[in-house]
């Protein structure tokens, strides 16, 4: 059901192989806060290799003797990777085991401290991504070019394969759900009606490509602040319109389905229009749901991106940072189709 989304430059001109290994793919959270010193709340950095997200919250409950509820993260993270991810712990009245008894060849405690909160979903800042992609075939100059025009321009902010599930099965899960279907665990509703939404978003965004205006602005759109959930719809005749899209100010939105009217206006509002008529069942399902309509920026600037490219090698290492919400295998899908 999920379908290929399009290109800004088309296909891209190289292949390759991702996550040869484990460390092939290093991700280290950025957490934008600093921990207090106290509280009821333990702040834990692990380093993980090859361990799922949910399976060390539930290993990190029963090491501390508390209920699993009273562990959390702010995102899930790649099984097949190397990642800092932090965890909170609530652990009000309770004594700290010690941390290094945690420490085997897959997982790594790097830093504890006390804090007042729990660590919620999407309290990050964002992620900085170290990637290697090895076995490259094709046209290394082409590629090249490209690397430099994603410097400038940024990828299409599409929400990533995984959000989907192994051959869309998180999406085909949610159709049966809006169709009747009882799914009692939270976190799987909670995953199918992600996997909706983001679809939605992507057919829109796809289309914007395909227009080839998913980086300017159209009549009617709506702007979001860069760094910020705050949105306006400027006169897009504007000079200074232009120039703060050129600086990476402000960025076009497009919907993330929900209830509610959209604030997009003219010819913006129509495409969204167009999408809720199209897939009636999933828009429905949402609003149904009692999902909200919210906003996510059409365009993903990749900041400081570096990279090395080395043809007897065949071999591309990345270096750069994504605002959280954002999927390295977005920005690595416009220049290198990988085979993982």
């Known amino acids: 059901m999920v379908k290929t989304l399009s290109y800004v430059y088309g296909v891209p001109p190289v292949s390759g192989v991702l996550r040869t290994q484990p460390e092939d793919f290093f991700v280290d959270e950025v957490r934008g806060f600093e921990p207090e010193g106290e509280g009821e709340h333990v702040l834990l950095q692990i380093e993980k290799r090859n361990t799922n997200t949910q399976w060390l919250a539930g290993q990190l409950s029963r090491f501390a003797g508390i209920p699993k509820r009273d562990v959390s993260y702010a995102g899930m993270k790649d099984r097949h990777a190397v990642t800092r991810q932090w965890f909170s712990l609530g652990l009000a009245g309770a004594a700290e085991p010690d941390w290094n008894n945690l420490n085997n060849d897959n997982v790594r405690v790097l830093q504890h401290a006390r804090h007042r909160r729990k660590l919620r979903r999407g309290t990050l800042q964002g992620n900085r991504f170290h990637l290697v992609v090895r076995h490259l075939q094709g046209e290394l100059d082409a590629l090249e070019a490209r690397l430099q025009h994603i410097a400038q321009t940024g990828v299409p902010n599409y929400f990533g394969?995984?959000?989907?599930?192994?051959?869309?099965a998180n999406l085909q899960q949610a159709m049966a759900m809006f169709q009747g279907k009882r799914i009692k665990d939270r976190h799987k509703r909670s995953l199918y009606l992600s996997a909706a939404r983001s679809y939605l978003f992507n057919e829109l965004l796809s289309q914007r490509v395909d227009r080839g205006d998913w980086n300017r602005a159209i009549p009617g759109d709506v702007m979001l602040l860069a760094g910020s959930n705050s949105y306006f719809v400027p006169d897009v005749t504007d000079n200074t319109i232009q120039q703060r899209l050129a600086s990476f100010d402000i960025h076009p939105s497009g919907c993330l389905w929900g209830k509610g009217d959209t604030p997009a206006q003219a010819e913006a509002a129509e495409l969204e229009r167009s999408l809720a008529e199209a897939h009636t069942v999933l828009c429905r399902g949402l609003e149904q749901?009692?999902?909200?309509?919210?906003?996510?920026a059409l365009r993903l600037p990749v900041a400081d991106l570096q990279w090395e490219l080395d043809a007897s090698d065949q071999r591309l290492e990345l270096r750069f940072y994504l605002p959280a919400g954002a999927y390295a295998t977005t920005v690595l899908r416009e220049l290198v189709v990988t085979n993982e």
């Open 161 to 168: 394969e995984q959000r989907f599930g192994h051959d869309g």
């Open 289 to 296: 749901a009692g999902l909200k309509q919210e906003r996510r």
